[in-house]
Each structure stands twice: as C-alpha cells, then as structure tokens.
C-alpha cells in the first residue's frame, strides 16, 4: 500500500509538472512582437543546445584574434567632429528621480564593462549613485561630448560555427560601461516619449521587443507574400 500511495504521487507530480512546462512553453508564443521569448520557446520545443568549444591552448592567439577586430583603428584617420547645439535648441535635461528608477532595474545578471564593476553595486548603491550620474549625464548632454574613457568596450569573441576555419567564424560581442547602458536608455526613452502616439506598423526603431531580424522576417514575407500575388493573377 506504501509503494502504491508513492506510484501515485509520483505520477501527480509528474503530471503537473507537464502541464506547468507546456503552460510555460504557451507563454512564450503569447507575444508575437518578442522574438526573443519565441526563439526560447523553439529551443525549447526542438531540445536545441549549444555545444561549449575548446578554448585555444596557444597563448598568442588571443593577441592575433585582438589584432583583428581592431584593424579598422589602424586605417582611421578620419578626424572626429561635433555639431554643437545653438542657444535655441532644447537640451534634454535627465531628472534624478529617472536617473534612481533606471539604476534600481540594472539587470543582475548583466556582463560588467571594462570597469568591472558588478550590476549589483548600481542596484544597490542607486540613491547614493544617482546624484553623481545625474550631474555627468547632464554634463554631458549639454556638451554634445561623450568622454572617451566612458566608450570603451570589451570585446568578447563567441563562435558562429562549430568548428572554427578563420577569424571570421568568431561573433565580437561588445561589453560597454553598465553606466553608460543606463545612459543610452534614459535617452532612448526620452526620444521614444518623443514620438507620435500612432506609428507606422513597419516602424522598428525605438519599439520595444524589435529587432533586426524582425526587419528582416517582415520584409522576407512582404516579398514572397508579393511574389505569390503575381503568380496567382498570372494564372488567372
């Protein structure tokens, strides 16, 4: 009777342990807009899983693969320029209490920059931080100039094949400042309050959960969904 009070139970976990994954596997199709959360749903219904490769043993090799992804420094020579605002235009001006509410939702799993300061020391720290980055934004803004030491990145190379052939097979992955990830979406926010209440429904930019590939998948289907129209009056 004990091992068939256990079978029993096992066999209710299990059952709604499947209806708690499909239900979870459902959500993930429910927004047609986020194609992240719908290449997570694929993956999960293909069982799709990435295979981690073999680091390279050679020491020298990351000097080479660094030498590579910097070449377009070398043969810039192109001297930098700005516009700078005229008295009559308005310069966006960043509150403290947006400043807060942006670092309060760093995401704790994110990459750290070349500072290496850890997303929970912003999300923790956003009172105390918020004054001081306030004051920089602003700077900033105002000045039209971003500072140098603020745009630096670290380049992370991840494989778009299997098996590597060239240099090309690598994906560079920048790693910017999280400092300057809550920059660009305090502004990106502003520009997006900016915009008309009604867009255009091909309008990709500054829309929250779109992509390129979204861009891409559009397009594809307006001009095969085209090219079958023509077909179909061809043949009538």
Same mark, same amino acid.
């Given at each position: 009777?004990? %091992?068939?009070?256990?079978?029993?139970? %096992? /066999?209710?976990? $299990?059952?709604?342990?499947? /209806?708690?994954? &499909?239900?979870? $596997?459902?959500?993930? +199709?429910?927004? /047609?807009?986020?194609?992240?959360?719908?290449?997570?749903?694929?993956?999960?219904?293909?069982?799709?899983?990435?295979?981690?490769?073999?680091?390279?043993?050679?020491? #020298?090799?990351?000097?080479?693969?660094?030498?590579?992804?910097?070449? +377009?420094?070398?043969?810039?020579?192109?001297?930098?320029?700005?516009?700078?605002? &005229?008295?009559?235009?308005?310069?966006?001006?960043? #509150?403290?209490?947006?400043?807060?509410?942006?670092?309060?939702?760093?995401?704790?799993?994110?990459?750290?920059?070349?500072?290496?300061?850890?997303?929970?020391?912003?999300?923790?720290?956003?009172?105390? @931080?918020?004054?001081?980055?306030?004051?920089? +934004?602003?700077? /900033?803004?105002?000045?039209?100039?971003?500072? &140098?030491?603020?745009?630096?990145?670290?380049?992370?190379?991840?494989?778009?094949?299997?098996?590597?052939?060239?240099?090309?097979?690598?994906?560079?992955? #920048?790693?910017?400042?999280?400092?300057?990830?809550?920059?660009?979406?305090?502004?990106?926010?502003?520009?997006?309050?900016?915009?008309?209440?009604?867009?255009?429904? @091909?309008?990709?930019?500054?829309?929250?959960?779109? #992509?390129?590939?979204? &861009?891409?998948?559009?397009?594809?289907?307006?001009?095969?969904?085209?090219?079958?129209?023509?077909?179909?009056?061809?043949?009538?």
């Amino acid at each position: 009777m004990a %091992l068939k009070t256990a079978r029993a139970k %096992l /066999s209710q976990a $299990i059952k709604e342990a499947k /209806s708690t994954h &499909t239900q979870r $596997i459902h959500g993930l +199709f429910q927004d /047609s807009g986020d194609s992240w959360h719908m290449w997570q749903g694929i993956q999960a219904i293909t069982n799709y899983k990435t295979t981690s490769p073999v680091c390279d043993s050679d020491a #020298s090799f990351q000097y080479v693969l660094n030498d590579f992804y910097a070449w +377009f420094e070398v043969q810039n020579n192109v001297a930098v320029w700005k516009i700078i605002p &005229t008295s009559n235009d308005q310069v966006l001006c960043l #509150s403290m209490a947006d400043v807060t509410r942006t670092l309060c939702r760093v995401n704790p799993w994110m990459s750290a920059g070349p500072d290496n300061i850890p997303d929970r020391v912003f999300r923790e720290w956003a009172e105390q @931080l918020a004054d001081v980055f306030t004051d920089i +934004f602003n700077i /900033s803004l105002s000045s039209a100039v971003v500072p &140098t030491c603020l745009k630096t990145t670290t380049i992370v190379p991840m494989l778009k094949k299997s098996t590597v052939s060239c240099f090309n097979d690598y994906r560079p992955v #920048s790693l910017t400042l999280i400092m300057m990830k809550c920059f660009k979406r305090l502004v990106m926010r502003h520009i997006k309050s900016q915009l008309p209440p009604s867009l255009d429904p @091909l309008q990709f930019a500054y829309c929250p959960n779109h #992509s390129t590939d979204d &861009t891409i998948t559009t397009t594809l289907h307006l001009a095969i969904t085209h090219q079958g129209h023509i077909r179909m009056n061809a043949v009538h």
